[in-house]
């Protein structure tokens, strides 16, 4: 018995990928499907993050569960995107 691979649209219905720099990190958030739905920069200051992670909810009708982060440099620019002042994306 063979099984199909899982696919992201399988497991989420947004993806949100991030180009993250010093200054600024720029955001995309896509349906499953691949429609982009909306597309921001915000500054990397952590009141602006908490205001990226507020943006993404409401671009993805607060439903996070549904929601693949998909980040670059998180070891360095977008290290700061898992926990900013205690507020975090999930």
């Known amino acids: 018995m063979s ?3 899982v696919t992201v649209a399988d497991l989420y219905r947004y993806v949100v990928g991030v180009d993250t ?15 982009l739905l909306d597309q921001a920069t915000f500054p990397t200051s952590p009141a602006r993050l908490r205001r990226a992670a507020d ?4 671009r993805t009708e607060g439903e996070l569960d549904a929601v693949l982060i998909s980040a670059e440099g998180t070891g360095c620019y977008g290290a700061t995107l898992g926990d900013v002042d205690g507020y975090r994306l999930t």
């Open 55 to 58: 943006w993404i909810r409401r």
């Open 21 to 35: 720099h010093a200054a600024t990190h720029s955001y995309a958030v896509v349906t499953a499907s691949g429609a």
């Open 3 to 5: 099984s199909l691979p």
